[in-house]
Nanobody
Framework: QVQLVESGGGLVQPGGSLRLSCAAS????????MQWYRQAPGTERELVAR????????NYADSVKGRFTISRDNAKNTMYLQMNSLKAEDTAVYYC????????WGQGTQVTVSS
């Protein structure tokens, strides 16, 4: 079955960096677009970034453009989100997502940006 496992979250000071990973299994990872979403308390889940199956095409939310970079390693069935210049408003639970007939989500990883 499809499994998505996020890791790499934590507590970081404003201006700091984190790299999130999403390890995928149970499907042909290299055939699917993948997405990172985030959800802060009291808000709706929002799309942060998406990447094509080959990694050649990426899209970002306006709020993270120029600071976050999405990438993938199809040989390792893993997607990444490099987050730089982090701000307090980036605090959220970050989820990886794939749509393969239906929607699949990981369990999420908490990112907290605070001094």
């Amino acid at each position: 079955q499809v499994q998505l496992v996020e890791s790499g979250g934590g507590l970081v000071q404003p201006g700091g960096s984190l790299r999130l990973s999403c390890a995928a299994s149970g499907f042909t990872f290299s055939s699917y677009w993948m997405q990172w979403y985030r959800q802060a308390p009291g808000t709706e889940r929002e799309l942060v970034a998406r990447i094509s199956s080959t990694g050649s095409s990426t899209n970002y939310a306006d709020s993270v453009k120029g600071r976050f970079t999405i990438s993938r390693d199809n040989a390792k069935n893993t997607m990444y989100l490099q987050m730089n210049s982090l701000k307090a408003e980036d605090t959220a639970v970050y989820y990886c997502h794939v749509r393969r007939l239906s929607d699949y989500w990981g369990q999420g990883t908490q990112v907290t940006v605070s001094s």
